[in-house]
Structures are given as C-alpha cells and as structure tokens.
Nanobody, 126 residues
Framework: QVQLVESGGGLVQSGGSLRLSCAAS????????IGWLRQAPGKEREVVSC????????MYADSVKGRFTISRDNANNTVYLQMDSLKPEDTAVYYC???????????????????WGQGTQVTVSS
C-alpha cells in the first residue's frame, strides 16, 4: 500500500519561498507518477505540478510556471515542490498524490491520482 506524507507547509510572506516534501513508505517513489495538487477555500482541487516516472517529464499549471519546481530525490525516496515568489493566491492545502504504477505520464486531472497524502497547509500573507 502506498502511503504518502507531505511536510514543509507553513506561513510565509508574499515573495517568499517554501519547499514541500512528499515522502513514501513501503514503496519506491521512482516507479510512480507524482503530482502536487492544491485546494484553496471555496475552490476545486487543481493539479499544480507533476513529474513522470520512467520518463520524468515535468508539468506545471500556468499559474505556477516559472515559480515552482518539482523534483525527485531517489536516494531519499522523496519528491519535492520548491515554491518561490509565492503569492497570496497560492494559499491552499497542498497534497501529493500518486498514479497507479501502470501509468508513466503526468495527468492534469485529479481523478487520475490513486494514492493521496493528508495534505499540508500553505498560507501566503500579503
């Protein structure tokens, strides 16, 4: 069973940075497509970034391109989301999620992700 744990959220001022981590136990994350999704109050959950498995192509939502960077650390079985130049509209609960290992490529659809972490709150003050 895939268990994902996010960490690294918190409160930061506009223009600041945070790095979110998604760690796994019992599985090797390198075999899974990993997405970072977020849900702001009153809004639907959206995919903000994703990294493929066998073909580690990355994907970003237009709203975060040039500011967020997703990466893998296979030695530590962790996927990171580096978030720079944060804006108040980035405030949300951020989730990491994984697709089934039979899928190798990113998806921009929430329903494509099978396994989920518990989420971590990111709050950006103006």
């Amino acid at each position: 069973q895939v268990q994902l744990v996010e960490s690294g959220g918190g409160l930061v001022q506009s223009g600041g940075s945070l790095r979110l981590s998604c760690a796994a136990s019992g599985v090797t994350l390198d075999y899974y497509v990993i997405g970072w999704l977020r849900q702001a109050p009153g809004k639907e959950r959206e995919v903000v970034s994703c990294i493929g498995s066998s073909d580690p192509v990355t994907m970003y939502a237009d709203s975060v391109k040039g500011r967020f960077t997703i990466s893998r650390d296979n030695a530590n079985n962790t996927v990171y989301l580096q978030m720079d130049s944060l804006k108040p509209e980035d405030t949300a609960v951020y989730y990491c999620a994984a697709r089934r290992p039979s899928f190798y490529y990113c998806s921009g659809y929430e329903s494509s992700y099978e396994y989920w972490g518990q989420g971590t709150q990111v709050t950006v003050s103006s």
